[in-house]
Antibody, heavy 119, light 106 residues
Framework: QVELVQSGAEVKKPGASVKVSCKAS????????IIWVRQAPGQGLEWMGWIGSYNDNTNYAQKLQGRVTLTTDTSTTTAYMELRSLRFDDTAVYYC????????????WGQGTLVTVSS | DIQMTQSPSTLSASVGDRVTITCRASQSISTWLAWYQQKPGKAPKLLIYKASNLESGVPSRFSGSGSGTEFTLSISSLQPDDFATYYC????????FGQGTKVEIK
């Protein structure tokens, strides 16, 4: 069965970086893309970026451009999201989700990773 | 950027009620729209894709309609498990979510 398993919660200081992993299983990793979505406490869903696992093409939300990098490791079927220069308002649950080929909705989601930015 | 606006933000309803949530796009997105259900502390769950296609395993009381800029998610007879927050998402040009509609018990 398709599964996306994310790394555990992180606590970081302002200005630091965080790297969240998303281990995929149960499907051909290189056939699908991965999007990253975050949700601040009590808030809605915010798209962060997308990576094509098959070609490493990326798209980033303009708001985060320059601070976020998405990568994949096809040998371990794992996607990564790195966010740099962390600010207090980056505190959120970060989700990875599989996107279908072509026009891309997300049919499977990771369990979420809480990143807390605190001094 | 395409903006997505949901209404209402909160909806109070009773078990058995028919419920409708509206999502409007700032420009035409054809039918490139999905609906998700999210419960507290959980990841979103796909309900509907391409505006009106029911995801496998999702109860048939859920339905979606619309095209262009106006879309609706309907629940024909609200069940206790349906009290949650619902989000629309466009995937015509990158991805954008609506702000969410919380369906709460009346």
């Amino acid at each position: 069965q398709v599964e996306l398993v994310q790394s555990g919660a992180e606590v970081k200081k302002p200005g630091a970086s965080v790297k969240v992993s998303c281990k995929a299983s149960g499907y051909t990793f290189t056939t699908y893309g991965i999007i990253w979505v975050r949700q601040a406490p009590g808030q809605g869903l915010e798209w962060m970026g997308w990576i094509g696992s098959y070609n490493d093409n990326t798209n980033y939300a303009q708001k985060l451009q320059g601070r976020v990098t998405l990568t994949t490791d096809t040998s371990t079927t794992t996607a990564y999201m790195e966010l740099r220069s962390l600010r207090f308002d980056d505190t959120a649950v970060y989700y990875c989700a599989r996107t279908t080929p072509g026009r891309s909705y997300s049919d499977y989601w990771g369990q979420g990773t809480l990143v807390t930015v605190s001094s | 950027d395409i903006q997505m606006t949901q209404s209402p933000s909160t909806l109070s309803a009773s078990v058995g009620d028919r419920v409708t949530i509206t999502c409007r796009a700032s420009q035409s997105i054809s039918t490139w729209l999905a609906w998700y259900q999210q419960k507290p502390g959980k990841a979103p769950k796909l309900l509907i894709y391409k505006a009106s296609n029911l995801e496998s395993g999702v109860p048939s009381r859920f339905s979606g309609s619309g095209s262009g800029t106006e879309f609706t998610l309907s629940i024909s007879s609200l069940q206790p498990d349906d009290f949650a927050t619902y989000y629309c998402q466009q995937y015509d040009s990158y991805w954008t979510f609506g702000q969410g509609t919380k369906v709460e018990i009346k």
